[in-house]
Structures are given as structure tokens and as C-alpha cells.
């Protein structure tokens, strides 16, 4: 169609999008530019919206508009528990479990070599600084249990027992390969309720 | 994780993208922040452009930033001759059999009741209006062969022999309930040769 260069900018841009090949990216910009305009802007809004106001916190490393997120504030959270993850989600499915009640330190990732990311793109420096305040006396690995969340989690226990605290790791009631995201509370609940010491 | 405001709604407005779930648009979000900035920056810019630069040819119907795109006004174009597309995507297919050296009127989508999509959502009165401009001779219907775009087919023949207009259909070289964007040329350029008048 001798596409104009913004339709065809529009279209690549939305490449970026994970899981977004070609055709789908083509899709979506006829989609958005014909049916949803309305959308289209909301979505230029929020991008610009959240690259602006969101940052990591102070403390647990996820995101925040704030310096230090609400749940790092809370005073009915127990401060000698820390549980380690992967990214936001999987802390939204330890929590909906209500089985637990300490702090949370996100990661951001988990180690993949094949990727390019390792402990300094992690900032586990970071996370070491967060682990050894003094309050915290157990550290929860609650990774994934795929081969990169194990490689992370073991990694991490090395660490961390090194600096003198106690490690533990969630119980394997998650499945092999399996992803805290995609399982139901009662087996993350499951899983949190038989972690074990990390050896 | 106690979302802040601009997580929430980036999350939300990703999901006027088609095809895009909750999880998805979560996945999505996440991966924008945190390991491609520029991309969620360029996406915003694209976003924007489009919005403001892209709009209706005034003879084709499909997105351009000129007045008239750089088809219609081609003078190496046989304006006898017009072929009815359901989007840009399906007038790329034509092109791409290098079987078809006319023009096109893009619909922007097919009939579709039980989407609210109607001959007045269509704007119908344009494509009408563009066909009957005293130089089209044959109205080349290739719309797909799925129920929608057949309906749409036979609505669009009747009103249009109605106006003295010959009007053919691309011949059902592709298979039943098939689309033009997953066909491969061949195939396309098959059905545009073996057209027949619409009865
Ligand atoms: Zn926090
Ligand atoms: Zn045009």
C-alpha cells in the first residue's frame, strides 16, 4: 500500500512489545489507528506516564512513584523476613496466598548468562546491602523453579550464608519448570509452608 | 505489590491492543520498564505520530499522510479498473502477485452485524461515490472468502450493478474461510486470474 512512514515507524515500534512479531504488529497499528484511537492515545499517555513517575524502591527494588513503596512502609509487616523474587507478579502470588507476612526483595530478573544478565546487571550488591541491615533474619528464595530461578536461588544461598543469615528456599510444590505466576495460592501457600533450609 | 497508579494504568491501557490479555499486558509492562526504556519511548512517539499524521486517502480510503496517497495518484495505473480489500494488509497481497496493475478502494473492514458493523460504519456512500467517478469500468471484489467478507461481497455486487458497474470476484483459488494476508502470492495471483462476473 506504499505505507507512509509513520504507519510503517507506528508499526515497528510496537515490535518492542514482547511476543509481538510482523503480522501481529501490523494488526495492532490497523487496529488501533481504524477501531481504538481513543485507546491509542490512552496508551502513548500511559508509556509516557509511567517511564516518567515509576522508579525502583529503595528497598525492595520493585516499582514505586514513590522513594519507598507502600509495603516496605507497612508496620504490620514482619521486618526479619525478606522473600526473594523474581518480579512484581510472582510477589502478587505470594501475597495472595496470606500465608505470609515479611518483606519482599524483587529482583528484577533472575540470572541467564545466555542473555547477558548476571549478578552485576541483577545489582545484587544491592540486594546484600538490603539483606544484611541487621533486622532481617532469614532470607525466603521463592525463584522459580526453572533451571534459571534454581541457578539464581543457589547462587544467592551462597551469598547469603556467607553473610551469616539464615537461607531457606519454598518447597518444591510448585511443579518442576513451573512459574509462581501461572499456580494457584494454595500450592504457592503449599510450597511457602515447606520451604527447607538451603544447603 | 501495591501497584502505583501509572503501573495500574499502563497495564490497562495495554490492553486495548488486540489479542492482549491481563497477564500479557502485565508481562508487557514490566518488560518496557525495565529492560526496554527506549522502546516504550519510542512506542509513546509512535503512537503519537500516527495519531496526528495518519488519515483516510481521500480516493482509496486507506492510511496515508498526504491528501491522496502515492497509489492513487500514480499515472502508470490502470484507473479502469477497481479492487474492493477489506484492509491495507489484503491491497500488499494483491501487489505482491504483480498480476493487478489497477487501483483500490480499502473498506477498512467487512460487514460484521453482530460487531455493530454496518454499511454506514463502512461509510458504503464513499466507495459509491468513488466508483461511479465515470473512469471505473470493472469493480474487482476481493474481499475474503470467510462469511464476513463473503456477505460483504454479495451486499457490495447488488448495489453496485445497481449503478451499472461490471463487477467480478476474485475467483475461490484461495481455500474456504481463507484470508488474503495468509495467502502466498501465487496463489492470490491464481484466484485474480480466474475472476468471473458476479451473478
Ligand atoms: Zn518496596
Ligand atoms: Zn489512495
Known amino acids: ?74 508496620s504490620r509487616r514482619d521486618a526479619s523476613q525478606l522473600c526473594i523474587v523474581e518480579m512484581p507478579v510472582d510477589a502478587n502470588s505470594m501475597e495472595q496466598t496470606h500465608a505470609y507476612n515479611g518483606l519482599y526483595y524483587v529482583l528484577m530478573g533472575r540470572l541467564s548468562p545466555l542473555d547477558g544478565i548476571g549478578p552485576k546487571e541483577l545489582a545484587f550488591e544491592r540486594l546484600f546491602a538490603r539483606a544484611t541491615d541487621g533486622v532481617v533474619k532469614e532470607v525466603i528464595l521463592a525463584t522459580n523453579f526453572t533451571n534459571e530461578g534454581e541457578a539464581t536461588a543457589h547462587y544467592l544461598s551462597e551469598l547469603l550464608h556467607a553473610r551469616g543469615l539464615k537461607v531457606s528456599r519454598i518447597a518444591r510444590g510448585l511443579p518442576v519448570g513451573g512459574e509462581l505466576e501461572f499456580s494457584d495460592a494454595a500450592t504457592v501457600a503449599q510450597a511457602l509452608r515447606e520451604r527447607r533450609d538451603f544447603v
Open 1 to 74: 500500500m506504499t505505507p507512509s512512514s509513520s504507519l510503517d515507524e507506528l508499526v515497528e515500534a510496537l515490535r518492542c512489545l514482547p511476543g509481538v512479531g510482523p503480522k501481529s504488529a501490523q494488526r495492532m497499528a490497523y487496529h488501533l489507528l481504524q477501531r481504538d484511537r481513543r485507546g491509542a492515545d490512552r496508551l502513548a499517555r500511559g508509556l509516557d506516564a509511567a517511564l516518567q513517575l515509576l522508579h525502583h524502591c529503595a528497598r525492595c527494588n520493585s516499582f514505586t512513584e514513590a522513594e519507598v513503596c507502600e509495603r516496605c512502609l507497612s
